[in-house]
T-cell receptor
Framework: RKEVEQDPGPFNVPEGATVAFNCTYSNSASQSFFWYRQDCRKEPKLLMSVYSSGNEDGRFTAQLNRASQYISLLIRDSKLSDSATYLCVVPNSGYALNFGKGTSLLVTP | DARVTQTPRDKVTEMGQEVTMRCQPI?????VFWYRQTMMQGLELLAYFRNRAPLDDSGMPKDRFSAEMPDATLATLKIQPSEPRDSAVYFC???????????????FGEGSRLTVL
């Protein structure tokens, strides 16, 4: 298994839809996880951290499943401005952060 | 507004030439990362530093790439000689390691887009 794997998409959804992305990771010792967002031709920016108990920030919910080694991101009530690539991030054994290749989301009117 | 600064923003060069990319991390951050992004491979970790000491550069082709941090305000990534397959966007990112040693949020620069002809 690759260190971090994501479905590349693209996910095309209408405004207002709910969409979910999953990400699997191989390092079972990883403790902290993140979702980053990257707009076209821009740098990645932190969207949210992923805690063991799960966390919610407005329309965004992140969940962690340690047993199955995957994390998820749920976006409710999608907006046009949510169109971007979403990167799953997992630390390796040396505390460097490994990025998935990203899942592309396009929200259409 | 503190941010990571990278230069150059765009670089077009010919195969065989030396390329140097520079990064000024956010003041007070103790970790610096170099990533390379291509459509095929996504974001690949090339090297990273903690408190200016290189911790891991296993992602770099050692024969042509080198990364250094001559001081806390400057990180450099050098390619010599450059090859067409090095064409990519190179990102520098900085962060503040937690007391447990784990890496917190990374702040990225805008990237250096390199094209090697």
């Amino acid at each position: 298994r690759k260190e971090v794997e994501q479905d590349p998409g693209p996910f095309n959804v209408p405004e207002g839809a709910t969409v979910a992305f999953n990400c699997t990771y191989s390092n079972s010792a990883s403790q902290s996880f993140f979702w980053y967002r990257q707009d076209c031709r821009k740098e990645p920016k932190l969207l949210m951290s992923v805690y063991s108990s799960g966390n919610e920030d407005g329309r965004f919910t992140a969940q962690l499943n340690r047993a199955s080694q995957y994390i998820s991101l749920l976006i409710r009530d999608s907006k046009l401005s949510d169109s971007a690539t979403y990167l799953c991030v997992v630390p390796n054994s040396g505390y460097a952060l490994n990025f998935g290749k990203g899942t592309s989301l396009l929200v259409t009117p | 507004d503190a941010r990571v600064t990278q230069t150059p923003r765009d670089k077009v060069t010919e195969m065989g030439q030396e390329v140097t990319m520079r990064c000024q991390p956010i003041l007070g951050h103790n970790t610096v990362f170099w990533y390379r992004q291509t459509m095929m491979q996504g974001l690949e970790l090339l090297a990273y530093f903690r408190n200016r000491a290189p911790l891991d550069d296993s992602g770099m082709p050692k024969d042509r790439f080198s990364a250094e941090m001559p001081d806390a305000t400057l990180a450099t990534l050098k390619i010599q000689p450059s090859e067409p397959r090095d064409s990519a966007v190179y990102f520098c990112a900085s962060g503040l390691a937690t007391t447990s040693g784990s890496t917190g949020e990374l702040f990225f620069g805008e990237g250096s887009r390199l094209t090697v002809l």
